[in-house]
């Protein structure tokens, strides 16, 4: 049921009351209702809740039913493609789909002619209530009044057209003077949250916020782009559904005001950007408080993963969440050491992709059969028209007519039969797109079978700028379960020493150990003290237990009385002051982390896996894995 129809004062309830006495007058046995009520009829099976737990009920054996009644066929869908798809699947399932108002079914060859009818007609009245809509609204911005859409900040709509929103635009007015004079966005958010001037919502602003409302296209040129970058285009780059049109607003910022705010803004200092790194998991890695990481070069040589929930919420406000940063060289090598294991698993690989092959492609269809059979229409429909024409050309002559009176009457004729035939041909178009859909989805599994069976002894040697290719068209995520280590025991306070103090763990050379050495000494008779420190050096890196330690360095109690006599006397302080600025590597803070690995829709042989046939020329390789890793 569509908001179109329910605008109608129709409504589930009276479209099941139809289909129940058509079901009642049949002789059909009812044995659900499947209900979407106000979504769009042109969205497919997966975006319309019920009728997608309906087609994963109509693949069950045995099936719960063998006839789909709907009330009107729009209700089927408004696009061929929402249409066809899944009665086409329901048919080869042997499930057939009844149409209330008409009084028809496919189960004939007279009902599926009536059921294309429907299709078109809907996709029909799909596209003139769209055309109409919007070529109402291209009149409106013609006229320079209000279309639609978000008014932008610093003024309102009244009787249809933009005015100048006086507290709003007083604020912009404010945040130019203080933009002028700091030359910092984040001064011009605080500032305006402080003398309480909040958003269009109502809310609090942010430094982006900020920018991006003193820079807009209103502020600067007060006008508004109707159908501008962000509008839907065709092939040519032209609007679909009318020319660009700019609307002139009232002016808020003076001429002179907003070219001093915009080349004030244009000769800003520009942000240093991160040196020199790619970032395998940006927006890939998912905290436990439900944001994303993303990659941070905070400063030369220090890489971290930082969560975005740390992020204000507003200016002033300060994070909504205390996840610390990770190490993105120790973060990357865990997760890449388990996204190897994953995609080196051949039987678990298959298994995903035959999921995602299931789920995103109509691989229930019999599309050469549906093909064969619609050219058969399409042959028998051309007989027709073919035999239709001498006889409706006799008939005119019959009746006297001549020359054009005779041309259209020969017209007028065949045409429903050439409406007919132009719906087969257009439906035959789709159903070959589908299959050719169909037949990719098929090479792509393929092509993820053979990453699977490659991947074990081909993925370890990839650089990282390849290795966040895969991610990106493996579509790998990560999820971090925790943000700190579930342990008990001293060990861990001498990692946090260093991860509070955001510190790095020296190397233990003999340099740094001659610095250390006095302030560490064993009494006398016991046993030397510099393989204690390098195993609480290396426990701090690696995040290695004591446990797994004692092989090389001795009973795990004893490093951890040691430790604690250490923390506890100012030891460990005063040893560790002495190597600030000694070289060294991060202190160990990887939460654990989980991997799942989906597939994205990739072209057909966006992977080179390096067989024989492998040809890093060609120009349709898009990575290329372990024979040529140079290649892209």
């Not at 920018?211 to 092939?235: C, F, K």
């Not at 090479?443 to 079978?449: I, N, T, V």
Request: charged share 30%; net charge positive; aromatic share 6%.
């Amino acid at each position: 049921m569509s908001t179109e129809e329910q605008a109608q004062g129709h409504g589930i309830g009276y479209t099941k009351k139809r289909v129940l006495r058509h079901f009642e007058k049949k002789g059909y046995e009812h044995v659900g209702t499947f209900a979407d009520e106000g979504l769009s009829g042109s969205l497919e099976v997966d975006d319309r809740p019920e009728l997608k737990r309906l087609m994963e009920l109509a693949r069950q054996e045995p099936r719960p039913f063998d006839m789909v009644g709907v009330n009107e066929g729009r209700a089927i869908g408004r696009t061929g493609r929402a249409f066809w798809r899944w009665v086409w699947e329901l048919e080869d399932l042997g499930v057939y789909v009844t149409v209330v108002d008409g009084d028809y079914d496919n189960s004939t060859g007279e009902g599926r002619a009536r059921m294309r009818d429907a299709a078109s007609y809907a996709e029909k009245e799909r596209e003139l209530i769209r055309d109409r809509t919007q070529g109402g609204i291209q009149e409106t911005a013609e006229e320079g009044m209000y279309p639609g859409g978000q008014v932008p900040f610093g003024w309102t709509v009244k009787d249809g057209r933009y005015v100048v929103a006086r507290k709003a635009a007083a604020t912009l007015q404010r945040g130019r003077e203080v933009y002028m004079a700091t030359r910092s966005w984040t001064k011009v958010a605080l500032t305006w949250n402080s003398e309480g001037r909040l958003t269009a919502t109502g809310k609090r602003w942010t430094r982006k916020n900020a920018r991006r409302v003193m820079l807009s296209e209103a502020t600067l040129n007060n006008r508004v782009i109707w159908r501008g970058r962000n509008a839907m285009r065709d092939a040519d780059g032209i609007p679909l559904y009318g020319e660009q049109v700019t609307i002139k607003l009232p002016k808020i910022l003076k001429k002179r005001e907003a070219a001093e705010l915009r080349d004030a803004a244009a000769n800003a200092p520009a942000k240093r950007a991160a040196q020199g790194r790619a970032y395998l998991l940006t927006d890939r890695m998912t905290s436990p408080c439900g944001s994303k990481y993303r990659g941070h070069n905070h400063r030369p040589g220090v890489y971290d993963y930082v969560c975005k929930g740390r992020d204000e919420q507003y200016a002033g406000a300060g994070g909504k969440c205390a996840c610390p940063p990770l190490d993105v060289d120790t973060v990357e090598r865990a997760v890449w050491a388990d996204a190897c294991a994953l995609l080196g698993d051949a039987e678990r690989m298959k298994a995903m992709a035959k999921q995602w092959l299931e789920a995103t492609s109509s691989d229930h269809v019999d599309h050469i059969g549906r093909i064969a059979q619609l050219d058969q229409q399409i042959a028998e429909q051309s007989a027709v028209i073919d035999v239709t024409i001498p006889v409706a050309a006799r008939q005119a002559a019959k009746r006297g007519l001549t020359g054009k009176d005779a041309e259209l009457a020969v017209e007028a004729a065949i045409k429903p039969l050439t409406e007919e035939l132009a719906s087969l041909e257009r439906l035959r178009s789709e159903a070959s797109a589908w299959q050719r859909e169909a037949e990719q989805a098929t090479q792509r599994l393929k092509d993820f079978e053979r990453l699977a069976e490659t991947a074990r002894s081909n993925l370890a040697g990839l650089t990282p700028e390849l290795r966040a290719e895969l991610f990106h068209h493996t579509n790998a995520q990560a999820v971090v379960t925790s943000c700190a280590p579930k342990r008990k025991g001293v060990a861990c306070r001498i990692t946090d020493w260093f991860t509070s103090r955001d510190r790095p763990v020296p190397d233990l050379t003999d340099e740094a150990w001659a610095k250390v050495e006095h302030l560490l000494r064993p009494r006398r008779g016991a046993s030397p003290k510099r393989p204690v420190l390098e195993a609480l050096l290396e426990k701090a890196r690696t995040g290695a237990r004591f446990a797994d330690l004692a092989e090389r360095y001795g009973n795990p109690a004893s490093l951890q009385t040691q430790a604690n006599r250490w923390l506890a006397s100012g030891a460990w302080d005063a040893a560790m002051e002495l190597l600030e600025g000694m070289p060294g590597q991060p202190a160990w803070r990887v939460p654990p982390v989980e991997i799942s690995v989906t597939f994205r829709p990739l072209a057909v042989s966006e992977f080179c896996v390096g067989d024989a046939s492998c040809d890093p020329t060609g120009g349709w390789r898009r990575i290329c894995i372990p024979c040529c890793p140079g290649w892209r």
